[in-house]
T-cell receptor, first 113, second 113 residues
Framework: NAGVTQTPKFQVLKTGQSMTLQCAQDMNHEYMSWYRQDPGMGLRLIHYSVGAGITDQGEVPNGYNVSRSTTEDFPLRLLSAAPSQTSVYFC????????????FGSGTQLSVL | SQQGEEDPQALSIQEGENATMNCSYKTSINNLQWYRQNSGRGLVHLILIRSNEREKHSGRLRVTLDTSKKSSSLLITASRAADTASYFCATDALNTGGFKTIFGAGTRLFVKA
């Protein structure tokens, strides 16, 4: 099993550009989530999904969209990138989301100029 | 605002000493988890303690949970240089869309050889 795979590992965008961060897991996990990590802020939850077709907002959802058309994939879309979205993004998954440990991807480092 | 807050923010100890990190949270929880992050990497799950448990052990790790004080502690005994990392507590919060896992800002541990 590859676990949780995130692509790309690094990305530089200009303000106003859009892009999609990819996340895929091969563990048949129902629960998937996106976090951003800024220095000194820990991880903050952006969006999460408890199964295909179901998504919900986390702590900091503004400026991001998600969809969950399959169990395996949970892409994160930046509609119009802003410098405040410069961060490291982590995707995580677990079997059910309830009282389960999370498995993390290796992260995407995003810079918005 | 973040659910969990770790204390101290940073901790520097000598190899062989014990390291204690504390976590406080704000609302009722289903369980509490501790994760470790090496620099530039994704988070790795260490231990999960449920709300009806008071103490749990895993190797050199000991976790306590006091739901009346809304606090938890992580003790690493006989620390090693390889324990140098950031440690995060995470709590599950039930939302209308299902459980979501919220992280604290973390404690940076440095173990000197």
């Amino acid at each position: 099993n590859a676990g949780v795979t995130q692509t790309p590992k690094f990305q530089v965008l200009k303000t106003g550009q859009s892009m999609t961060l990819q996340c895929a897991q091969d563990m048949n996990h129902e629960y998937m989530s996106w976090y951003r990590q800024d220095p000194g802020m820990g991880l903050r939850l952006i969006h999460y999904s408890v199964g295909a077709g179901i998504t919900d907002q986390g702590e900091v959802p503004n400026g991001y969209n998600v969809s969950r058309s399959t169990t395996e994939d949970f892409p994160l879309r930046l509609l119009s990138a802003a410098p405040s979205q410069t961060s490291v993004y982590f995707c995580a998954s677990s079997y059910s989301g309830e009282s389960e440990k999370l498995f993390f991807g290796s992260g995407t480092q995003l810079s918005v100029l | 605002s973040q659910q969990g807050e770790e204390d101290p923010q940073a901790l520097s100890i000598q190899e062989g000493e014990n390291a204690t990190m504390n976590c406080s949270y704000k609302t009722s929880i289903n369980n509490l988890q501790w994760y470790r992050q090496n620099s530039g990497r994704g988070l790795v799950h260490l231990i999960l303690i449920r709300s009806n448990e008071r103490e749990k052990h895993s190797g050199r790790l000991r976790v306590t949970l006091d739901t009346s004080k809304k606090s938890s502690s992580l003790l690493i005994t006989a620390s090693r240089a390889a324990d140098t990392a950031s440690y995060f507590c995470a709590t599950d919060a039930l939302n209308t869309g299902g459980f979501k896992t919220i992280f604290g800002a973390g404690t940076r541990l440095f173990v000197k050889a």
